[in-house]
């Protein structure tokens, strides 16, 4: 093997799969975290990244006995959700990553967004590993927390294990079925050919150092040309966010290169690209979750590959889903501002505003494209006239009350996860603008159907 100082980034992996599989869970298990808990009705609503330590995955894997070195960095995990309306999340995500989970649940086997991931995959060819989760929901099953995997099932009942087996049937025939072989991992002597999966429970832990320890060792031997670190930044924006204390920031994923403090960067704007220098540098802690609110370490500069927030003046339009540039020296700058704006008219063009409609303001532009998404697929087909990103302020209330003239019913303010300002109300009251509040993307269908039932009435 090569000597420990390769020059090796860490592999980015993104996990997938249908809502409620317990992605967001497992990485909580891996984390020794509570993210889960704390998210609206429990769903997945942003991307989200969380970097791991080579010393952690190298103690969550010492029971497995591994003889091979750590080679890579760490692991860096990117979250996404699951729930049908974020279609374009996961399409981002598994855009970004070297490889990948599918989480399944073992008492469900594949559903539509298992399926959908798995398309997303496929059309990339990109490597994944099947996470048979929730094992510990099979009748009867003995914990035996956090060891791997065939040490558990050596512990279960006939029973248990013929469950077991039953399922891993039942799921490798669903595999088959959409055109690929699959097989549990420690039986699979055709890496690459047949995927591998590996049984797992977030909640009590069998199974995850299998899954770590597969994911590092399959990403070092088949993807060193992939993972050797390069110079030449490559880095997308992950979303945009409004943080107090820090104004509006961005979350990106670097891939490769390396992002100083200071350095000029273009970004892609709503309303054209943005020149801004990087004012500071911040990542959560190792083993914490970018999306969560929390304490950041700063840094003067920070390599490849990692999930980083950066704070700069004139962020407010930034575009999520777009490509970070670095600009060095002897770059034409015009050169990469018109980089920049060919990235915006892609990620733009998925949003498409006709003049009539509802008003739409969401937390960030991330939520803000999935709400649009949402409100495009036939079964809500809600038309949508103007978008914000942010709370509700007076002006949004004047923007919609624009419709009150035309179409009545389209005079309303669908906001997602974020505060409306009780000028804002009054004004709304005052005016008769409606304005529906969730944190769920679908709960805001729901109220709005019920209302315009109303008016039909
Ligand atoms: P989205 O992000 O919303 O798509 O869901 P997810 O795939 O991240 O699933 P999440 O982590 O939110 O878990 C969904 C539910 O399943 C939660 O109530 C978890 O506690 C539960 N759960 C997840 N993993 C396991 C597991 O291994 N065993 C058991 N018994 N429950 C689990
Ligand atoms: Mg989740
Ligand atoms: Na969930």
């Known amino acids: 093997s090569r000597p420990s100082d390769s020059n090796l980034r860490s592999p980015i992996c993104c996990i997938m799969g249908h809502v409620d599989a ?45 003889d091979a070195t750590l080679e890579v960095p760490g692991l860096l995990v990117i979250d996404t959700p699951g729930h049908e309306s974020f279609n374009n999340l996961r399409s981002r995500g598994s855009g970004l990553c070297d490889i990948a989970i599918l ?9 539509p967004q298992t399926i959908e991931s798995l398309n997303l995959l496929k059309m990339r060819n990109t490597e994944f590993i099947v996470a048979l989760n929730k ?16 040490k558990a099932m050596k512990q279960q009942s006939e029973d248990v294990k013929n469950m077991f087996k039953t ?4 799921i490798v025939t669903q595999f088959k079925e959409q055109g690929l072989n699959t097989e549990l991992y420690y039986k699979n002597k055709e890496m690459g050919e047949t995927f591998s999966i590996v049984p797992t429970s977030a909640i009590s832990g ?16 088949t993807m060193t040309k992939k993972l050797t670190y390069s110079e030449e930044v490559q880095c997308t924006v992950l979303e945009v966010k409004v943080i107090e204390g820090h104004g509006t920031t961005i979350d990106v994923v670097l891939v490769n290169g ?7 960067i273009v970004v892609s704007g709503m309303q054209g690209p943005i020149v801004t220098t990087i004012r500071a540098l911040l990542t959560p802690h190792p083993m914490k979750e970018l999306r969560v609110k929390g304490s950041y370490i700063h840094h003067k500069e920070i390599k490849a590959a990692m999930g980083i927030k950066i704070t700069a003046q004139g962020l407010e339009h930034a575009v999520a889903g777009a490509s970070l540039h670095v600009v060095k020296p002897n770059d034409d700058l015009k050169y990469i501002k018109k980089a920049a704006l060919e990235d915006v008219e892609s990620v733009l063009s998925r949003i498409d505003r006709s003049g009539e409609g ?39 209330v004047m923007k919609a009350s624009v419709m009150l003239e035309k179409k009545r019913e389209y005079s309303t303010i669908l906001a997602f996860d974020v505060k409306v300002t009780s000028e804002a109300k009054e004004l709304a009251d005052k005016l008769g603008v409606k304005i529906f509040i969730a944190d769920i993307i679908y709960h805001l269908f729901d109220q709005f159907k019920v209302y315009m039932a109303n008016i039909k009435e």
Not at 206 to 221: A, C, F, N, R, S
Request: glycine share 10%; net charge neutral; charged share 25%.
């Open 358 to 396: 509802v008003c739409v303001q969401a937390s960030t532009l991330g939520s803000l494209e999935s709400l649009l998404e949402f409100l495009k697929t036939p079964e809500v087909n809600i038309p949508v006239g103007a978008i914000n990103i942010g709370p509700v302020h007076k002006k949004d």
């Open 135 to 150: 094992v510990d929901r099979l009748y009867g099953w003995k914990t035996c927390r956090n060891a791997p995997i065939r």
């Open 22 to 66: 317990g992605k967001t869970k497992l990485l909580d298990c891996i984390r020794g975290t509570n993210v889960q808990e704390g998210e609206a009705g429990g769903i997945t609503q942003q991307i989200g990244a969380t970097y791991f330590p080579a010393e952690n995955i190298r103690d969550r894997t010492k029971e497995l006995k591994a």
């Open 206 to 221: 069998e199974g995850i150092p299998d899954m770590l320890l597969l994911l590092v060792k399959w990403t070092q031997k």
């Open 258 to 264: 390396v992002l100083h403090e200071g350095d000029q």
């Open 103 to 111: 989480v399944v649940d073992i008492m469900h086997g594949l559903e």
């Open 167 to 170: 399922r891993v049937n039942e």
